[in-house]
């Protein structure tokens, strides 16, 4: 193997051993028992049942300002999953996260 190929191959073997690894966790969207709307990567174990991916369709009833406030919750959840120490990020989160602007409040 040429020296210029060993990453290559190397990277390969790593995401062939950990698939699912490099790519960006589904992230979900869910009511606690107080009705606090959440969202995130990981759901409480007893809420499982109630949590359903932030790309589903919204309920009926969702005006537009609760709309962008979902769109917003679900693009900062996205990112969260690359934090890093002190709070930089890590570059691939811009590959795979929508960056929204933070809505004005609903009225």
């Known amino acids: ?10 990277a390969l073997t790593w995401a062939l051993a950990f698939p699912g690894v490099a790519s960006a966790a589904e992230v979900y969207r869910w009511v606690d028992d107080f009705g606090q709307l959440f969202y995130g990567t990981e759901v409480p174990p007893h809420l499982r049942s109630r949590a359903v991916p932030a790309s589903a369709p919204l309920p009926p009833g969702t005006t537009a300002c609760q709309a962008r406030w979902h769109r917003y919750l679900a693009s900062t959840a996205c990112f969260d999953q690359y934090r890093v120490v002190r709070g930089g990020l890590k570059p691939e989160a811009f590959q795979r ?9 609903c009225s």
């Open 97 to 105: 996260c929508t960056e929204v602007p933070q809505p004005e409040p």
């Open 1 to 10: 193997m040429k020296l210029h190929q060993a990453p290559f191959a190397l």
